[in-house]
């Protein structure tokens, strides 16, 4: 059962902000995250907000910056309840409108590089039920908010791409209702990710708002797990067996409640009962077909306790490695991968819907891909179910990129959250094969000890996926590179980003480029590209021309496959062309990375089909990579 940080440590953490800040004082933790929202009674809150962007922070602090009293705030929302007050300086009603979900950098001009403080208000009617619970969950809001609900304030939470919710039930009117949201996405040196990354900062309430309906005692999350640890090996001698791990958390039972879990099309209807926790285990001996790229089968499951029925799709499968191999339900598996970034094809925002995220997958499927690197923050939910339905495993990841202050306690609390946040949301979702903790940190104790505990954290909460990070390479003699990071010793995979052929060398290295590795973990390159700027042609060691990516790819492949003992799987850098203020090049980048595969607006470079005939290829099974192709 997935739990969250022990209240005594959250109090120390939010007292902490709150001395930092000075405005925070009293602000509440969200309540623990109730999982499948898809599935749950909801009122979307979705559509037009109203928004002021306040630089100054004038609805938080006073021109002496001395934290202002709750109805001086702009929580307060003065206008909703008088429109004749208008010496407050501040008026929602007269604002202009920003669309949830959605970033506000692409909304206005004006916002485009904008980060900083931005209110948000949504005025909505409401007829409560008697008996009745009510939530507000955010799928996410980047970076840091708090929301406040007919002027009283319920909870501050810090992240931005994991979901949160809040108990409304006592705040709630009947009729009228204001409900106001601080997003700051300020970038932060003690932030996770920290002040410097290699994407756009996008602001706002980025993904769905809603009104979770639920009875007083209810599901609040649960899982259905194969162990591939404690049952890869039984697995394999009786193949047709399986053991599904199973447990619910209930919110508001009273111990010893009933809960129900049934997967008719196997069966399967089990009970068990809550404990003082509620918390209710089981396990299931069942023969589901297993999940996998080729056959991505997923079950019909329901949930039940008391009044409250959830209803799932899930599949079953096992992960594990033997020696340098990642094995999917007991057959080694190449990971034909690519990564990919939460952005829109075309106008290069943040995704909103399911349709744009079948979008960028349908390219992945293109190029032959089994697998997928969500990158570089947890993508919203409808990411990985599509990825679940399309046959692609997944790699998820949080966002502790580049340089975090490994030494901050506070750090280490958000980061640790939100990794649970991420996998408690996605437990049940098969196609995760691997949790990772963090991409190209530079070496250094604090940091090792960081990470190691990130990791064993998430082998507390998950034992049936692989973690990794994704770590750097480092040059042991000329044209010899390996992996020196003791950070290998915690992780399941020696995976790592590696650019031979654009920073600070050429193509052609490839060509001379051996490695070798001190430990018999698979081989996973979680990056490797070259940028270019589609219909820009020229020679092959032209940068920024189709051709010298291509190049690129072409020695990359060779020299991994010829070269790279263990290699277990690949996921290059990256499926679009993306905004990032780190790319300056004027009239080629323009704000954008130029290391996709597909520009932008989705059109092919030559390294797409570079990458999609290397997948297709009989290669990868000629020189043993490939012993079974999912
Ligand atoms: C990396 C980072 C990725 C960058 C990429 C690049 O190693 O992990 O976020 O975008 O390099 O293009 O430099």
């Known amino acids: 059962m997935i739990r969250r940080l022990s209240p005594a440590f959250v109090a120390v953490e939010v007292v902490f902000l709150a ?43 006073s021109y002496h910056q001395v934290p202002l009293r709750d109805a001086k705030t702009f929580f307060a929302d003065k206008d909703f309840y008088d429109d004749r007050t208008r010496l407050v300086e501040y008026s929602f009603s007269h604002a202009s409108a920003l669309k949830v979900p959605g970033d506000w950098n692409t909304q206005y001009e004006k916002l485009y590089y904008y980060e900083g403080l931005v209110w948000y208000r949504r005025i909505f009617d409401f007829t409560p039920v008697k008996g009745k619970r009510y939530f507000l969950y955010f799928g996410a809001v980047n970076y840091e908010s708090e929301v406040a609900l007919n002027g009283k304030r319920l909870c501050r939470h810090e992240g931005g791409f994991t979901p949160f919710n809040i108990e409304i039930t006592e705040a709630l009117n009947e009729g009228r209702n204001s409900l106001v949201v601080s997003v700051d996405n300020t970038r932060r040196k003690d932030g996770i990710p920290t002040d410097n990354s290699d994407w756009w900062n996008y602001g706002g309430i ?5 009104i979770v309906e639920l009875p007083e005692s209810f599901v609040c999350n649960y899982s259905l797990l194969l162990d591939s640890k404690v049952l890869g090996k039984a697995t394999r001698r009786k193949p047709e067996l399986h053991r599904i791990f199973g447990s619910v958390h209930l919110e508001g039972a009273a111990p010893g409640t009933a809960v129900n879990v049934r997967i008719p099309e196997l069966g399967v209807s ?19 077909v297993l999940w996998s790229p080729d056959s991505p089968k997923l079950y019909d499951v329901e949930i039940s306790a008391g009044e409250d029925v959830v ?5 079953f499968r096992y992960v594990e490695t033997s020696g340098n191999r990642i094995m999917l339900n007991g057959k080694p598996v190449f990971c034909k991968g690519i990564s990919v970034h939460e952005e829109t094809i075309g106008t290069s925002r943040r995704v909103t819907d399911a349709s744009e995220c079948m979008e960028l997958l349908s390219y992945v499927r293109e190029l032959g891909c089994n697998f997928v690197r969500l990158a570089h923050y947890p ?33 280490y609390a958000n980061a640790q ?13 098969c196609n995760v094969v691997i949790w990772s903790v963090a991409n190209e940190t530079p070496v250094s104790d604090a940091r090792t000890l960081f990470l190691s505990r990130l990791i064993a954290r998430v082998r507390e909460l998950d034992p049936t996926r692989l973690v990794s990070a994704a770590m750097e390479k480092t040059k042991v003699a000329a044209n010899t590179y390996t992996v020196d990071d003791p950070l290998v010793e915690y992780t399941d995979l020696i995976s790592f980003n590696q650019y031979l052929g654009w920073y600070s060398s050429n193509n052609a290295d490839c060509d ?10 698979p081989v996973f390159i979680s990056e490797f590209g070259a940028g270019a700027v589609y219909g820009n042609h020229g020679d092959a060691d032209e940068r920024f021309t189709e051709e010298y990516m291509a190049d690129c790819f072409r020695r ?6 010829k070269r790279m003992p263990g290699l277990a799987g690949m996921t290059p850098w990256v499926l679009k062309d993306f905004r990032s203020p780190r790319r300056l090049l004027s009239g080629i980048q323009d704000d954008f990375n130029r290391k996709g595969v597909i520009s932008e607006n989705g059109e092919r470079k030559q390294a797409f089909f570079v990458l999609k005939d290397f997948y297709a290829s009989s290669l990868l099974g000629q020189i043993g990579l490939l012993p079974h192709n999912y």
């Open 311 to 315: 209803r799932d799709r899930i599949g």
């Open 417 to 429: 959250r939100q990794l649970e946040d991420m996998i408690l949301r996605d437990i049940n979702r």
């Open 270 to 288: 089990v009970n068990a009962f809550s404990d003082m926790e509620g918390d209710a285990s089981f396990e299931i001996n069942s023969r589901p």
């Open 206 to 210: 980025t993904r769905s708002v809603c």
């Open 512 to 521: 001379l480029t051996s490695w070798t590795f001190n430990s018999d973990k």
């Open 556 to 561: 990359n492949l060779d020299m991994m496959t």
């Open 19 to 61: 001395l930092s800040f000075g405005i925070y004082a009293g602000a509440k933790e969200p309540d623990p995250q109730i999982v499948n929202i898809g599935a749950r009674k909801t009122v979307s809150l979705d559509g037009d907000w109203k928004f002021i962007a306040d630089p100054y922070r004038i609805g938080f602090v």
């Open 379 to 411: 993508h919203n939910e409808q990411m990985v179910r599509a990825a679940e339905e399309l046959g692609l495993m997944v790699w998820s990841e949080i966002p502790a990129y580049w340089t975090i202050s490994w030494d901050n306690k506070a750090t």
